[in-house]
């Protein structure tokens, strides 16, 4: 029982360099979100999909991309890191649209230098 | 727009005392209410959750909490708290047009001493 997975648990990287951080699960969830959590801000939505192919901007988008080409996959993208990006991520899934309930993975912590 | 206020960035009890957290929300519409646990190092776990009807809820692991829409609060309690229950809790408050995309509050940790 895998659930939802991360990848990198923690990466440091420079200004500028592009960064992605992997998200799969194995219960088949349509939905899938990116939060980034960060001091007095609690989460805040980047990116969120509501099935394959389907993808849609959070409150915090700029500067971030997603894909997912898979079900199970929703890769996050940092085009050209900035400081600003330095924060704990979260990628999530829910299964039946009505529940409300969203698993989290154990998130990655990225250091932009 | 909707949002979601914690007063409270930091609570300590002890252990066996009783525990409330404060929640304060924004919404237009009939929110839907949610309460979730990070433990250290964790993603989140959901503790509960308020879609309609009765508005005291029950979760997991002992707690509950109580939707007053006059107040616009949705508080969690727990009668005795135990050391496993230190960790940071969050409020959040979703739309029924905007399943999982929740606003969350910045969050409370709470510590709890022997």
Redesign the interface.
């Known amino acids: 029982d895998a659930g939802?997975t991360q990848s990198p648990r923690y990466k440091i990287t420079e200004t500028g360099r592009q960064v992605t951080l992997m998200c799969h699960q194995t219960w088949s969830h349509s939905?899938m979100?990116w939060?980034r959590q960060d001091l007095?801000?609690?989460?805040?939505?980047i990116y969120?999909s509501a099935a394959a192919d389907i993808t849609d901007k959070?409150e915090v988008s700029d500067g971030y991309v997603v894909s997912r080409s898979k079900t199970e996959n929703f890769p996050l993208t940092l085009e050209s890191a900035t400081r600003s990006q330095t924060s704990v991520y979260?990628c999530?899934s829910?299964g039946a649209?009505?529940?409300?309930?969203?698993f989290?993975?154990?998130?990655s912590r990225l250091t932009v230098l | 727009a909707q949002s979601v206020t914690q007063p409270d960035i930091h609570i300590t009890v002890s252990e066996g005392a009783s525990l409330e957290l404060r929640c304060n929300y924004s919404y237009g519409a009939t929110p839907y209410l949610f309460w979730y646990v990070q433990s250290p190092g964790q993603g989140l776990q959901l503790l509960l959750k308020y879609f309609s009807g009765d508005t005291l809820v029950q979760g997991i692991k002992g707690f509950e909490a109580e939707f007053k829409r006059s107040q616009s609060s949705f508080n969690l309690r727990k009668p005795s708290v135990h050391w496993s229950d230190a960790a940071e809790y969050f409020c959040a408050v979703g739309a029924l047009d905007s399943w999982g995309k929740l606003q969350f509050g910045a969050g409370t940790q709470v510590v709890v001493t022997p």
């Not at chain 1, 649209?97 to 969203?102: K, V």
Request: hydrophobic content about 40%; aromatic content about 24%.
């Open positions: 939802i939905y979100f939060y007095g801000h609690g989460l805040r939505l969120y959070g979260f999530a829910m649209a009505n529940t409300g309930e969203l989290f993975g154990e998130g």
